[in-house]
């Protein structure tokens, strides 16, 4: 089962962009309220609401992109949407407050402090749709752990030649002094924190230039597979198919001269 087809996830995104459309609308006419009464001209008026609360829904979709990313590029980050929600609910606390005050007598009135706090659920309601949205879409329910699990057959395709090429020159008559050597690194790597099913998903990524072992095919596959991935593991992924490959082509060099000394 994909993620497109997992029961609820469609309804659920549906009901989350619905809800951050109804919070920027609020949010919206309230900052053009603003916009108008520190006399930002005409249709300029429009544009205001837009700088400040899309700026904090790119904001936290740039502090999910970025959750590996050192703490000072990440602190940075979250300083300027922590800036530009606190003006967002500012403003529209500020705007309630102001109409509250000019409001005449009659119907239900509220405090100035509860009409300040209530104003201030749009944009916090915004920023919070906009997190869960990108997380759902990042992140694999429950129900999809062993889907998202690579198949036998996934990881047969694109690590076909790799496979092939070393059960072809691995056979019982040729004996290469090396190979115990690099086998003994390959699995140095493997004792690590690397699983094997993630390791099966490395293996499937694209070599990158000089068909060596590339850590960003590695972590666009993963990515592409709606699984998380961090620097550190994809180098140490690098690392070891980089080893089987180099130990797939020792001992094909080593049968090559093997068979042209028979020769």
Not at 16 to 40: E, G, P
Not at 70 to 95: D, E, F, Q
Not at 139 to 148: V, Y
């Amino acid at each position: 089962m994909t993620p497109a087809t997992e029961p609820g996830t469609a309804a659920i995104r549906a009901g989350i962009a619905l809800l951050a459309a109804f919070a920027f609308a609020l949010s919206y006419d309230a900052l053009r309220q603003m916009a108008v009464a520190i006399h930002i001209r005409g249709p300029l008026t429009y544009a205001f609401p837009l700088v400040i609360d899309g700026f904090i829904a790119i904001g936290v979709g740039a502090l999910l992109m970025l959750r590996t990313a050192p703490t000072r590029s990440r602190a940075y980050v979250w300083a300027l949407v922590g800036a530009a929600t606190i003006t967002s609910i500012w403003a529209n606390a500020l705007h309630a407050v102001r109409l509250n005050q000019q409001t005449r007598p009659g119907g239900l009135q509220l405090d100035d402090l509860t009409v300040g706090a209530l104003s201030a659920i749009a944009p916090l309601a915004l920023a919070g749709a906009v997190h869960l949205y990108i997380v759902i879409r990042r992140h694999p329910g429950p129900g999809r752990t062993e889907e998202a699990e690579p198949s036998a057959t996934d990881v047969a395709h694109p690590a076909a030649d790799v496979a092939r090429r070393a059960a072809d020159v691995a056979q019982d008559a040729v004996k290469v002094a090396a190979a115990p050597a690099l086998s003994s690194e390959a699995e140095t790597h493997k004792s690590g924190e690397v699983s094997a099913e993630r390791l099966a998903v490395a293996r499937t990524a694209p070599l990158g230039r000089g068909e060596r072992a590339s850590r960003r095919h590695i972590e666009s596959t993963f990515r592409a597979r709606g699984l998380t991935i961090g620097r550190k593991e994809a180098d140490q992924m690098k690392d070891i198919v980089q080893a089987e490959l180099d130990e797939a082509a020792s001992r094909q060099q080593a049968e090559t001269s093997a068979t042209n000394a028979a020769a």
